[in-house]
């Protein structure tokens, strides 16, 4: 599996009124076994060197680690893995199926991601993205990453640099007092 961080999802959001009718029917939870095959299936279609099976089923299992899905009806249409050692955590993976995409849903599972990482209390979040994946960097910067370094082909198939990329929980970030 590797710690390869990955985004397939893109960061175009548009405002249509079925596209926000549609974000608000999204439900997050966090991924199961029973969805390794959705996981999958995105998966193998999101990413040239995809993960696999075992993999997703491994993460499930980790207690440092996090797949979050988004569910829409009964469908998952897109998840996020994120894993955590001491204060610091890593998108390693962000993916929604294609039909989804420009939806918002990827910035959603970020979002919530950004929010579960500051409430642990990490210190910065970390990924990598392929150069040319406009629509994940776009994403990203939307929702304060900074880039900080180049992983020189780091990526294969076709081979290609991956930008380093870091988001520090601001104050606004911090869970609020009750």
Do not use: C, K
């Not at 249509?16 to 199961?32: C, D, G, K, N, P």
Request: hydrophobic share 45%; proline share 3%.
């Amino acid at each position: 599996m590797g710690s390869r961080s990955r985004t397939a999802a893109t960061g175009d959001v548009t405002t249509h009124a079925s596209i926000s009718e549609s974000l608000s029917a999204v439900r997050l939870r966090t991924a199961v076994e029973a969805d390794i095959p959705a996981l999958m299936r995105i998966e193998l279609a999101s990413f040239s060197d995809p993960w696999n099976a075992s993999a997703f089923r491994s993460l499930l299992q980790a207690s440092a680690a996090r797949i979050t899905v988004a569910q829409l009806d009964e469908a998952v249409v897109g998840y996020s893995a994120v894993l955590r050692a001491a204060d610091e955590a890593e998108l390693a993976n962000l993916a929604v199926e294609a039909t989804w995409q420009g939806r918002g849903i990827g910035r959603t599972l970020l979002a919530a991601a950004q929010a579960t990482a500051a409430a642990e209390g990490v210190a910065a979040m970390y990924l990598e993205v392929r150069e040319s994946n406009r629509s994940a960097r776009h994403l990203y910067e939307a929702l304060n990453f900074a880039t900080i370094g180049r992983r020189r082909g780091y990526y294969r198939q076709p081979d290609e640099d991956a930008l380093v990329m870091q988001w520090r929980p601001g104050p606004r970030d911090a869970p609020h007092a009750a």
